[in-house]
Structure formats: C-alpha cells, structure tokens
C-alpha cells in the first residue's frame, strides 16, 4: 500500500503564509510527478502546482509569484509555501503522487486533504 499524508493546513488571516507537506510512504519503487490540487466549495478540483522529479516546477496563474512548490526526493515528500495568502485561496488542499509501487504498477495516489482558511 502507499499512503499520502498532508500536513499544515490552517487559519491565517489574509497576506499571512501557511507551508503544507505530504509524505509519501509504503511501498514505493518510484515517484515522478507530484503536485498539490485544491477544491472550494461548490466548485471543482483545480491543480495548483507540479513539480518533476528534477525539480522542475509549474504553477496555476492565480499562484504565481506566491505559492512555492518543492521537494526531497529522499524524503519522497512535497511541500507547498504559500505565501501573501488571499480568501480566494481557502480551499481543502489535495497532495497527488505519480508513484510505481515495488510490486505493481504505476499510479496517481492521492492524499486526505488539508484545510487552508484565509479570513480576518
């Protein structure tokens, strides 16, 4: 099994930072692409950022300049700093992994979810 487990989520009020990591675990030959997903409510899962294995990073517009995505590769965890934090930003937020197992084939692996609220 592989388990995805976010962390960090909260409530800050507006141009405040919050950092989210997800670990990932299990058993695990590989992961390549990982990346953070968020959902407001009434609308649908939107992606926030990527980032390969190499590092290389990709971001939605409304994020950029902002939001941080990294990772350690020997850890297998990805982290996410957000800064300068607005109320659009507050949704549940989502890890995703693209992981081949040991024993088995290569798929998305999702996380739990972490909350981020921004409100005075």
């Known amino acids: 099994q592989v388990q995805l487990v976010e962390s960090g989520g909260g409530l800050v009020q507006p141009g405040g930072s919050l950092r989210l990591s997800c670990a990932a675990s299990?058993?695990?030959?590989?992961?390549?692409?990982m990346g953070w997903y968020r959902q407001a409510p009434g609308k649908q899962r939107e992606l926030v950022a990527t980032?390969?294995?190499?590092?290389?990073?990709n971001y939605v517009d409304s994020v950029k300049g902002r939001f941080t995505i990294s990772r350690d590769n020997v850890k297998n965890t990805v982290y996410l700093q957000m800064n300068s934090l607005k109320p659009e930003d507050t949704a549940l937020y989502y890890c995703n992994a693209d992981i081949r197992r040991v024993l088995g084939g290569r798929h998305d692996f999702w996380g739990q979810g972490t909350q981020v609220t921004v409100s005075s």
């Open positions: 980032i390969t294995y190499a590092g290389r990073a």
């Open positions: 299990g058993n695990i030959f590989s992961i390549y692409d």
